[in-house]
């Protein structure tokens, strides 16, 4: 590991200032062991664990928001977000183990990075290294044509075919968070849809934070009166392992009818996928199998598999399929 | 019983009624032993001491700890700003103040507690927050010390296994393991145990299949998973 200047910032104002110099570090999770396997070398590390931003708070318009630094753990078993958003609660626990949810935080899950084989090899840098835009821009994607059973199928580039990772930004996309930001150039907004960039041409680009920009909260809107959301996810064993392919599922299901959806699927795609694609399949449609499969083969429709990965194409259909029955039983 | 916990560490325990003593009889005693034998070992040598013996006088002279009860020292002139850093580090383990000097930044918690402050009972598996081997608890929460640096544990409440319970006052947890035999070569045990002690204040549900999911971040190679999971259930049970 290259080594770091380690830096401790007690309030937002001191991280914002220190944030030039390297990087911050929450939950550690993803930034610790990348920088094990040398993939991230940050010069230093600025701490921001001290910052006031651990709390779930109630919103005046009945939402909730969420500091960046709740973990994982905490933020799953809120009774509020247990009672009013299932599908996060169901996602985080779906994620990761025990220890990891106890140490992960909101944020960090934000940018919590992929696990493509390639990106995380460890002798990243060396001579005989895979080819990996998103580690090493401009050096090509070995996943393309080597071991991408695991790897994404919507949102694909040639240049990157890397999974996003998260459980929680599944749920997130479905439930349309909106993330705050603070940063050199004052505070904003970023709606969940536009938080996630596509690999493009550009797979080392993941987000679009600013540089010098420190997450502070996640915003849930309150849900449409009688919505009803699930989290379904499919892998290799039954705990401790990322999704071949999930979906999140928001649902307004009265007398039959689906009055309103929101879908999203994950394990498929380069950033938490949301189908408006599903969405417009089942709004006003009833909620019965013809449409949810409807709505399943309408989300996959621009699916790209390689190799290895085609079996995702009718696993993320048949997830879809399941979680819309789950939702609207 | 002859397959009581008692009768199998005193047959372990007790050099004479070794049969064959081997090449390992010393490896195997320092290895059952060392956590579970309320009294001192027999010899002063032990895979441990004589390993590290050897570290010390052959490859790296200065690695003695630097583990000192001394008041805190100024930070050096290069000393990071704002925050702590590699100057003086204060970490509370198992109810003690240890204070650290001169720790790199790059030690994470886990080699700082096996290295540093001879807490050996945390376990080095993967080293990437895979296999659960180095649990502990941070403030009363379970956590992968290996993907976490020492640095940034100051002020925190550190418990290990050995803070857990002792040789001849075991925590019930402890006990559990031993009474269902709850391992086979005992590497993956203490952070089995951690994960087990931590889970039984986590709002998890009553079944055997919560219990697996809960442990699900600790995996023991050898298999002793139903043994586990029945040591958990009954300390479950009695709580």
């Known amino acids: ?329 | 019983m002859a397959d009581s916990p008692n009768g199998r560490f005193r047959f372990l325990r007790s050099k004479s009624q070794a049969p064959q003593p081997d090449a390992f009889a010393e490896e195997r005693q320092s290895i059952d032993l060392e956590p579970l034998t309320p009294e001192p070992a027999q010899s002063g040598l032990t895979r441990r001491s004589f390993l590290s013996g050897l570290g010390a006088a052959g490859l790296l002279a200065g690695a003695a700890p630097l583990v000192t009860a001394a008041p805190a020292a100024e930070p050096s002139a290069d000393e990071p700003e704002p925050g702590g850093g590699t100057g003086t580090l204060t970490l509370r383990v198992n109810g003690k103040d240890f204070n650290l000097r001169g720790l790199d930044p790059r030690a994470t918690l886990l080699d700082t507690l096996r290295e540093r402050l001879q807490l050996t009972g945390t376990k080095k598996g993967c080293d990437h927050g895979q296999c659960g081997a180095c649990t502990v608890h941070v403030n009363g929460r379970r956590v992968n010390s290996c993907l976490s640096f020492a640095v940034m544990h100051e002020g925190d409440e550190i418990t290990t296994i050995e803070g857990l319970g002792q040789p001849g006052n075991l925590h019930s947890m402890q006990a559990a393991f031993v009474e269902h035999d709850g391992y086979q070569c005992g590497y993956c045990t203490s952070g089995q145990i951690m994960s087990a002690v931590a889970l039984l204040k986590e709002p998890i549900g009553p079944s055997d299949e919560d219990i697996k999911h809960a442990m699900a971040g600790n995996i023991c190679r050898c298999g002793a998973y139903t043994n586990i999971v029945a040591a958990v259930k009954q300390v479950r049970a009695r709580a």
């Open chain 1, 1 to 329: 590991m290259q080594t770091f200047r380690y830096l401790k910032a007690q309030t937002v104002d001191k991280a914002l200032a220190a944030a030039d110099a390297g990087r911050f570090i929450a939950g550690g999770t993803t930034l610790v062991d990348l920088m094990k396997l040398t993939v991230e070398r940050p010069k230093a590390l600025v701490d921001i664990n001290a910052l006031p931003l651990a709390r779930i708070e109630k919103l005046p318009t009945g939402g909730l928001r969420i500091g960046a630094l709740v973990r994982n753990s905490d933020l799953a078993w809120n009774p509020d977000v247990q009672r009013d958003y299932a599908v996060l609660s169901q996602a985080l626990l779906s994620g990761a183990s025990p220890q990891l949810r106890n140490m992960a935080t909101t944020g960090g899950n934000l940018l919590q990075r992929t696990r493509c084989v390639y990106f995380r090899e460890p002798t990243a840098g060396t001579p005989g290294a895979y080819a990996c835009n998103k580690r090493t821009p401009g050096t090509g994607c070995a996943a393309l044509d080597g071991h991408n059973r695991t790897h994404a199928i919507l949102g694909v580039s040639d240049h990157c075919i890397a999974t996003h990772p998260s459980d929680m930004c599944v749920a997130m996309a479905a439930l349309e968070a909106v993330i705050n930001v603070e940063g050199p150039k004052g505070k904003r907004t970023i709606l969940f849809a536009d938080f996630h960039k596509l690999p493009g041409d550009s797979p080392h680009i993941e987000n679009a934070l600013e540089s010098g920009e420190l997450v502070t909260y996640v915003d849930l809107p309150r849900l449409p009166e009688g919505a009803r959301s699930v989290y379904l996810k499919l892998r290799d064993r039954a705990s401790y392992e990322f999704a071949l392919a999930s979906a999140a599922v928001v649902a307004h299901v009265e007398s039959g009818q689906i009055r309103s959806v929101r879908v999203a699927i994950g394990g498929v795609g380069t950033k938490p996928w949301r189908s408006h694609e599903a969405e417009e399949a089942l709004t006003g449609k009833p909620a019965n199998a013809a449409s949810f499969r409807a709505a399943a083969e309408a989300a996959l429709a621009g699916a790209h598999p390689r190799t290895e990965n085609a079996f995702k194409v009718e696993l993320a259909k048949r997830c879809l399929v399941r979680s819309l029955k789950l939702a609207t039983a």
